[in-house]
């Protein structure tokens, strides 16, 4: 089975422009989340969706991030406009709905961004 | 608040055990997971406990204690490509909402 696809792999922007990140989850999995990964850190979710209704994002910076997933399966992630402390790997994984290991999150390979 | 703790880094040598221990202070428990990140790729998965005890698969084992607040991830014969970053994630709250806190990872370094 396919895994989850993310693009662009990297990405280098000054600080104030904007940047949008794209993932694509595994086929079935109604669960989609956006991590963010400082260097040195574990990921810190940003926004979880089920389908395309949003269940949590209590840690998105809303004055500058925005995400969306319509039609529930593919999602985009953007940031607007960027600061340095926006540095980090964005992670992209999705699970199915279930319970126990079914809850197993996939991730994709993620977006680094450097703001410079 | 809701804390994860592991150490930041430990070394082994080829062959050998090590154990990788994880303690947490969550509001909820709904499950507790380990995976393995190697250094700029993805977390992929390695176990889930959420009753107390012992899970073993193959090489790697996790250990539960929920009235400890405690886990730990063991790992057998160690070989080189074990070196990597070790991260321990609970999920708070309940049922399918509930989100993964992840710890800061642990970063295994094995040596010959």
């Known amino acids: 089975e396919a895994g989850v696809a993310q693009s662009p792999r990297y990405k280098i922007i000054e600080k104030r422009q904007s940047v949008a990140f794209w993932c694509n989850p595994i086929s079935g999995h109604a669960t989609l989340y956006w991590y963010q990964q400082i260097l040195g850190q574990g990921p810190k979710l940003l926004i979880q969706?089920?389908?395309?209704?949003?269940?949590?994002d209590s840690q998105l910076p809303k004055d500058r991030f925005s995400a969306e997933r319509l039609k529930g399966v593919d999602s985009t992630l953007k940031i607007q406009p960027a600061k340095l402390e926006d540095s980090a790997v964005y992670l992209c994984a999705s699970s199915l709905v279930g319970g126990g290991e079914s809850y197993e999150q996939y991730f994709g390979p993620g977006t680094r961004l450097t703001v410079t | 608040g809701q804390n994860i703790d592991q150490p930041t880094e430990m070394t082994a040598t080829e062959g050998a055990i090590v154990q990788i221990n994880c303690t947490y202070q969550t509001s909820g428990f709904n499950g507790l997971f380990w995976y393995q990140q190697h250094a700029g790729e993805a977390p992929t998965f390695l176990s889930y406990n959420v009753l107390d005890g012992l899970e073993e698969k193959g090489r790697f084992s996790s250990f539960l204690s929920r009235s400890k607040g405690y886990s730990y991830l063991l790992l057998k014969e160690l070989q080189m490509k074990d070196s990597a970053s070790y991260l321990c994630a609970v999920r708070g709250g309940s049922g399918n909402t509930g989100k993964l806190i992840f710890g800061q990872g642990t970063t295994l370094q094995v040596k010959p």
């Open positions: 969706f089920q389908n395309n209704g949003v269940v949590d």
